[in-house]
């Protein structure tokens, strides 16, 4: 099936978000889409997939146009969609949460035993591995994208796509997927592939559209080399390996001694656990997702409940207080998951600026906000990270993945403190921003803060790390310098001493 737009416009108030722009998916293609962050590349999907009814322009399906007012249509016409932020219900199985999607069409209701016989046709003809019976919650994040695909194609989708589907997976996971990707394209499908990952664009895509503010500003084959995307992509060169300077650490700033932590039936997660990171220092945390990683990460700033041990900033004892004491102690904390954890999405930008700290000076006194501190707050962040908005008063959720991580590395970041947690800093950000933010961590530490990196990104830790401690099943299994060899990393992350 092949997908044409023509002339496509969508306007936000006085914002173009996708201006004119034309796009070519064949038959049996991977089409990737780059763009940095703000580009419109979700925009311009959710108009496809009918989320959003665009100002102008127009949508053919093998030559023909065709009217798409909400999803049901775009299914309808075999137009499949797998978003960002999965919509599955985590205490449903496989099987009842690929069913609940169909009772959202006009398609009638399956029984879950049909459900089960068309989830396992597909997964046959596809040779993906998936279990109808297993819950959500309680597998992987990569499988539970598999989910996603599955029920996409239940619906015969002949145009899937994937907005960055792997900002949250592991390495392997991606290999995974784009292993699928390549089986679906086999049987004739077609993908239009949304990523920052220039590698990934390289490995599977056969085309590869480039948008800039909204508007498409070239086609390129996917033999372009990565620094010529880069280019293209954000209009200047980057470069993700950063100088850095030699470390010059200082006294230890935090030290972790034999903490557990256990999860809510008991069982321990993090064992025995000690670490230390000096001032001036990077530690980064490598390890396969699901390795005790986030409790760690939530453990230090108190988010965890059922945790013993000891965890000691510049000499105190912190363990045991409340998350916001913790943060005014000295800690900065980029979550992971900055929807669950980092923004306020009804709030405003500027609100959302000012989240852990909109109690104390400068930003209030006496109990009252300084409504031009949080004004002039907002706009030097915004300025300086380069937030793609509109207004500082739009709320978090209008703004786009990427700028969304923009305004939590914004706060986060220009917090005076002594601690900085990051975790998966660079998720969904364009090539241009991970390398604002590898500079801008490498200030913190040039500035002697102790910095906690985890991260799923080989490349980020060893760019960035002075040290990097692997975490398997809860234990550090070693903490090695950032010379150290690929290899000898991946070994080590499968739990070899
Ligand atoms: N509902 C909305 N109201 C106002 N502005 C919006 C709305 N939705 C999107 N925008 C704006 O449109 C622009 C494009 O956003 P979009 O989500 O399409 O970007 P993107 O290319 O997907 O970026 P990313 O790589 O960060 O995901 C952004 O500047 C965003 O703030
Ligand atoms: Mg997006």
Known sequence: MSLELKGITKRFGSFIANDAIDLKVADGEIHAILGENGAGKSTLMNIVYGLLQPDAGSISINQKVVQILQPADALDLGIGMVHQHFMLVPVFTVAENIVLGHEQTKRGILTLDQAKSKIKEIADEFKFDIDPDALIEEIPVGIQQRVEIIRALMYDAKVLILDEPTAVLTPQETDELLNMMRALRAKGRSIIFITHKLREVKEVADKITIIRRGKVVGSVAPTASQEELASLMVGREVDLIPDKSAVNAGSNMLVISDLNIFDTSGRKIVKELSLEIKAGEILAIAGVQGNGQSELARAIINLEPHVTGSIKLDSDEILGRSVSQTLQTGVAYIPESRE??????????????????????????????????????????????????????????????????????????????????????T???????????YNRL??????????LLFSTELDEVIALADRIAVIYKGEIVGIVKSDVTREKLGLMMAGVK
């Open 340 to 425: 669950l954890d980092g923004l306020i999405g009804s709030f405003s930008i500027a609100e959302n600026l000012i989240l852990d700290t909109h109690e104390f000076p400068p930003v209030a006194s006496r109990g009252v906000m300084d409504m031009g501190y949080i004004k002039d707050n907002a706009q030097r962040l915004i300025k300086e990270f380069d937030v793609r908005t509109q207004s500082i008063y739009d709320t978090a959720s209008s703004l786009s993945g990427g700028n969304k991580q923009k305004v939590v590395l914004a706060r986060e970041l220009s917090r005076s403190v002594k601690l900085v947690i990051a975790s998966q800093p």
């Open 442 to 451: 490498l200030a913190e530490r040039a500035a002697n803060k102790a910095i």
């Open 427 to 437: 998720r969904g950000l364009d090539v241009g921003s991970i390398e604002f933010v």
